[in-house]
């Protein structure tokens, strides 16, 4: 299998099990934000349960392969310091995901329901990430 | 809290399928499924890293017309949304998770999965964001759902 053979199927899993999860209703992830409200627990189930198999995986089988099966090494990510760029991205993401409803992953997997509202939403995504690539272009990082 | 039982196993079903989707990623190339960052990189796209992107993202897309049409009940019927919020929404999930290196999944499924200190505050800070935003917006500014 190739890297590209790897991706197809993980984006097929990955949007099978977001849809069964509910993640793809926007107004269900918005019960789940809504804890003053009628607060709905289920997103906490899905996260739940990919976080424990995620642990589990990563933990006891990872550390017993050299590298990965068809990749040459894991790109394990080892930043540990809190920069102002995460801390101000997720609380930035946070709020566009309280108002809509939506995060990436979901608005995708959307993409062809047919609601028209979700491609509002993905234009605008694209356009969010387009200004990101624009303005790091423009002004490199600075690592202080 | 009035959900039904079903709904809970059905999100933990799902989430485990989430979960096996980003481990396979791991396993078999030892990448990180963060869908903001596979998807970002494209954005602009670049010769010699593109093609796992488009095949990943082919995946998630194709994934989503699959339901459409064996399991329809996944989407809503329909999206009132008005279409200034989700110009705004669209817009601050996509130059935030860019900004932040990752989203839901990145971070919330993945960087915890690995125990992450970044991913951990990211994942506590975009929860309490979220939660704040719909508070304000449902709850002192009425929005209708």
């Given at each position: 299998m190739s890297h590209r053979g790897v991706a197809f199927i993980t984006g097929l899993i990955f949007a099978i099990g977001l849809g069964i999860s509910g993640m793809t209703q926007p107004t269900k992830v918005r019960d789940f934000l809504d804890?003053?409200?009628?607060?709905?627990?289920s997103l906490a189930f899905v996260m739940g349960g990919a976080v424990t198999v995620y642990l589990l995986v990563f933990h006891l089988i990872i550390p017993r392969l050299d590298r990965p099966i068809v990749g040459e090494r894991f790109g394990i990510p080892s930043r540990r310091d809190l920069d102002r760029p995460l801390l101000l991205g997720s609380a930035l993401f946070g709020v566009g995901w309280g108002l809509g409803?939506?995060?990436p992953g979901p608005a995708l997997t959307s993409?062809?329901?047919?609601?028209t509202p979700i491609l509002v939403f993905l234009a605008a995504m694209v356009g969010g990430m387009a200004l990101h690539s624009l303005k790091t272009h423009l002004m490199p990082i600075k690592r202080d | 809290m009035n959900v039904p039982s079903s709904d809970l196993f059905a999100a933990l079903a799902g989430g485990l399928l989430i979960g096996v989707a980003t481990t396979f990623m791991m396993i078999?190339?030892?990448?990180?499924?963060?869908v903001s960052g596979i998807v970002g990189?494209?954005?602009?796209?670049r010769r010699h890293d593109m093609d796992w992107r488009l095949a990943f993202l082919s995946g998630l897309v194709g994934g989503g017309a699959l339901l459409r049409v064996f399991?329809?009940?996944?989407?809503?019927?329909a999206l009132t949304t008005p279409t200034a919020t989700l110009v705004a929404a669209g817009l601050l999930v996509g130059y935030g998770a860019r900004l932040g290196n990752g989203c839901t999944s990145g971070h919330g499924v993945c960087g915890i999965g690995r125990m992450s200190r970044r991913s951990l505050v990211a994942t506590a800070v975009f929860l309490s964001t979220g939660m704040l935003t719909v508070f304000v917006h449902r709850h002192l500014l009425g929005a209708a759902s």
């Open positions: 804890i003053s409200g009628a607060w709905d627990p409803g939506l995060c993409a062809l329901s047919g609601l | 078999f190339s030892g990448r990180i499924a963060g990189g494209l954005i602009p796209p399991y329809p009940e996944a989407f809503p019927a």
